[in-house]
């Protein structure tokens, strides 16, 4: 079992509350992803669950039992870093079950459960190497791998890829993923960048200033985002928002609407008319996508995804259509206004 509860998570350091009543229940097997900016406290509230940050107020409990103010030691979770922190002098094998060996372990044991995380992370060949004959990738794989060999109750990973070059980012998302297929685990899983929260996750808990803005599916987040907040943080381009009241020509609006909102590839080029006009700013030629950055007046710059073999060009007049579906939009506050 691997069932994770926070109730009212408050941490405080001095005078300064850095994570503010945080309440989540974790199911077993779960994979969750806190994400958000730098400073929001992801890294800070994954560490109060590890037990390596002190919690001020309210529980933790994990599987049942209140582990607040246990050790990092009782809880039963593994954690993954950024830092590989693997021995240099010792091997691959060696590294991975070096846990096992100080609590005292069996050799026999210790041999079968290396042997068994090293299949599943496909590091069989490297058993033997040393740290420094292995590629980053690699490295990171032996640092998980060390954590799977001791069986947790589930696994805390704090931004694992962000020392790995964008071949290996990719190629390591595809391996946790497989990785939490393959054990079933509960994973907890700290990261700022949001193609990983969306990939990989069951679930994404945004983050703002210690506080969770909305907690649920990659799909949930980005068709109904609960705030402007969520709206433009998930999303690449993220999504153009503008004034209800900058020469838009909308459908009828609900009332208290302030801004509205539309993801770049929900807008239409059209021949006249729409929304609004405008003229080509900036392409951007992705290949299979084109990003055309529109300079729309009062509505300011709008992004719009075009296919990668569009025949816009700069300085190009252009009118946009908002299809009425696509819209979103948001109150005086930032909250959304549900249709």
């Given amino acids: 079992m691997g069932s994770i509860e926070l109730k009212a998570v408050e941490k405080w350091y001095g005078e300064v509350q850095v994570i503010k009543g945080v309440d989540l229940k974790i199911d077993d097997g779960e994979f969750i992803i806190f994400v958000g900016p730098s400073g929001c406290g992801k890294s800070t509230l994954l560490r109060m669950i590890g037990g390596l940050e002190e919690t001020s107020r309210g529980q933790i409990v994990i599987d049942g039992e209140d582990m607040t103010a246990a050790p990092p030691s009782r809880r039963g979770l593994s954690m993954v870093f950024q830092s590989y922190a693997l021995y240099p002098h010792m091997s691959v094998g060696e590294n991975m079950g070096f846990s096992l060996k100080t609590a005292g372990a069996p050799k026999a044991e210790i041999e079968a459960k290396v042997g068994e995380a090293a299949r599943v992370l496909k590091l069989e060949p490297y058993l033997e190497r040393r740290p420094k004959d292995l590629s980053g990738g690699q490295r990171q794989r032996v640092a998980i791998g ?18 790995l070059d964008a071949s290996l980012r990719v190629e390591m998302r595809y391996e946790i993923a497989k990785l939490h297929q393959s054990l079933a685990t509960t994973m907890i899983y700290v990261t700022h960048d949001q193609v990983e929260a ?50 838009l020509t909308l459908p009828a609006t609900p009332e208290g609407a302030a801004q509205v909102g539309i993801r770049p590839e929900h807008i239409e080029v059209v021949e ?35 296919p990668g073999n569009t025949a816009l060009k700069e300085g190009a007049p252009i009118a946009l259509s908002f299809p009425q579906e696509a819209l979103h939009y948001f109150d005086g506050s930032g909250l959304a206004i549900r249709g």
Wanted: proline letters at 6%; aromatic letters at 8%; a negative charge.
């Fill in 146 to 163: 060390r954590s799977i060999v001791r069986d947790p109750t589930a696994f805390l990973f704090d931004e694992p890829l962000s020392n």
């Fill in 198 to 247: 969306m990939t990989l996750a069951d679930r994404i808990v945004v983050l703002e200033f210690g506080k969770i803005a909305q907690v649920g599916t990659p799909r949930e987040l980005y068709e109904r985002p609960a705030n402007l907040f969520v709206a433009q943080f998930i999303g690449s381009p993220k999504m153009n928002v503008m004034p209800i009241d900058a020469g």
């Fill in 272 to 306: 006249s008319g729409g929304a609004c006009t405008g003229r080509i700013d900036v392409i951007e030629y992705l290949g299979a996508d084109t990003y055309v950055i529109v300079d729309a007046g009062e509505a300011g710059q709008i992004t719009v995804r075009a």
